[in-house]
T-cell receptor
Framework: SQKIEQNSEALNIQEGKTATLTCNYT??????LQWYRQDPGRGPVFLLL?????KEKRKERLKVTFDTTLKQSLFHITASQPADSATYLC?????????FGKGNQVVVIP | SQTIHQWPATLVQPVGSPLSLECTVE??????LYWYRQAAGRGLQLLFY??????ISSEVPQNLSASRPQDRQFILSSKKLLLSDSGFYLC????????????FGNGTRLTVT
């Protein structure tokens, strides 16, 4: 069956450090993968898209990698700030739909 | 710029009552529209999507239905709510291109009592 797996445990990280989140998938062959941020009680907000032929994508302090051999994407927040505390969702294309992982919570400690 | 409006923000309804959630999009034409549900501890579940007026695709069989009476209006309905319908309902839109990101509304927190 198809699966998108993100760590269910919250990532607690000291301010200024780099937070790294993992998204693993099974039985998908996505043409692209997206990352979203969700704050409590709000809808997800799109952050980055990376295509299957791209190894890495950057946006300000965010970096995403996509390894189609490992079937994995890594999401990095460099120089993390308390305002980065949120849940981060990966989403990938499958069967012409966008399927989401359950998300991984990040808590940045001042 | 494009905006998406979803209401109400919170709703408490008794079991067996009807439901109507509305979503409208401004600033774009012919968007793809989506209804998702997010239950506690679970991921986003796609319920319905629409690529045009009157065109609705259902992803999960249930007692919910969706309608798109106008290009930028998407409605989620139920004739009789169940306890299991409780959750966080999110409307989203995207452009018609395949890799277009989703733009979500702020959701409706539905509690069925």
């Amino acid at each position: 069956s198809q699966k998108i797996e993100q760590n269910s445990e919250a990532l607690n990280i000291q301010e200024g450090k780099t937070a790294t989140l993992t998204c693993n998938y099974t039985n998908y062959s996505p043409a692209y993968l997206q990352w979203y941020r969700q704050d409590p009680g709000r809808g997800p907000v799109f952050l980055l898209l990376i295509r299957e032929n791209e190894k890495e994508k950057r946006k300000e302090r965010l970096k995403v990698t996509f390894d189609t051999t490992l079937k994995q994407s890594l999401f990095h927040i460099t120089a993390s700030q308390p305002a980065d505390s949120a849940t981060y969702l990966c989403a990938l294309e499958g069967n012409n739909r966008l399927a989401f992982g359950k998300g991984n919570q990040v808590v940045v400690i001042p | 710029s494009q905006t998406i409006h979803q209401w109400p923000a919170t709703l408490v309804q008794p079991v067996g009552s009807p439901l109507s959630l509305e979503c409208t999009v401004e600033g774009t034409s012919n968007p793809n529209l989506y209804w998702y549900r997010q239950a506690a501890g679970r991921g986003l579940q796609l319920l319905f999507y629409s690529v045009g007026i009157g065109q609705i695709s259902s992803e999960v069989p249930q007692n919910l239905s969706a309608s798109r009476p106008q290009d930028r209006q998407f409605i989620l309905s139920s004739k009789k709510l169940l306890l299991s319908d409780s959750g966080f309902y999110l409307c989203a839109w995207s452009s018609w291109t395949g890799d277009s990101p989703l733009h979500f509304g702020n959701g409706t927190r539905l509690t069925v009592t």
